[in-house]
């Protein structure tokens, strides 16, 4: 039987209802969730510090929204326990669960019955006026873009030794296969199957009408420059602030060194959550369907 640890989203409406209704299922059926402290608050009973969590759980359960989920991931990181996201509010690409679908599915959780989905992350790191940084995981984007200036920002962007351009734009958001139904994904990026191995660069409203996304291998190394007389752009990774860019500045973007498990659902997959998500048309088809179609209705 797996051992399951739980952090909740404290601050999300209910949070506290959906723990306390863990704390149920647990005391029915003889099995102990390990609760990260603050969750444990909840449930007016002991818990764990973040650290001393992961290392004794087989799989972490994170309640809140894909913002929760991020947040662990990069607390979390490098550990390589799967994560399971809860979206207590609607559905998420990264939280794909339910309230109402975890609380059914934790008998099949506790005995292992899981779909592990090995994601690419990227690690960040640079300069920022003599200043290097570090980002060692990103799990969704990275993203750069003009500030409160109505300038343009202009980015050199090379691909290990070679130069792409010097993007005219709004910006530019660098995205994971994780990270291509986010923002991406409203900057016209291109849906990227989640376990691929591979990195999107997709510019923000660009100058020239001809500038599309690239799609980068995985063991391929993206740097941007702020040229000379260019506007600062502002860095953002999975939605947090990470500084301004000025002239002269750089960062390299490359895969991360230890890539990050989400667990999902046995019988939920990717394009079942993007026919939800997105409202695209079909049904899927049932396994014992499928066959009879495949051999032509014989029986």
Known sequence: ????????????????????????????????????????????????????????????????????????????????????????????????????????????LASGRLRHSPRLALEVRGSLRGKEIRIPSVLNDVVLFRGSSSRMARIDVHAGDFLVTEFQADGVVVAT??????????????????????????????????????????????????????????LEFDGESSGILHCGDWIEIRAAAHQVTLAFLAGRDFFQILRQKLRWSGASMPTSEKRSEADGGRT
């Open 177 to 234: 296969p994780t990270g291509s139904t986010a923002y991406a994904l409203s900057a016209g990026g291109p849906i990227v199957v989640p376990e691929a191995q591979v990195f999107t660069l997709t510019p923000l409203c660009p100058h020239t009408l001809t500038n599309r996304s690239l799609v980068f291998s995985a063991d391929s190394h993206v740097r941007m420059t702020v040229p000379e007389r260019a506007a600062p752009v502002r």
């Open 1 to 108: 039987m797996l051992r399951i640890g739980v952090i909740a989203n404290t601050r999300k409406p209910g949070a506290r209802t959906l723990v306390r209704e863990m704390q149920l299922f647990s005391a029915k059926h003889g099995f102990s969730f390990v609760w990260e402290e603050q969750t444990a608050r909840l449930a007016g009973t002991e818990g764990r510090d973040l650290a001393g969590l992961v290392g004794e759980v087989d799989l972490l359960i994170v309640a809140g929204g894909d913002g929760s989920l991020l947040r662990v991931v990069h607390e979390v990181y490098p550990n390589p326990v799967p994560i399971l996201g809860v979206n207590i509010g609607g559905l998420g690409f990264l939280t794909a669960v339910t309230r109402e679908e975890i609380l059914q599915a934790l008998p099949d």
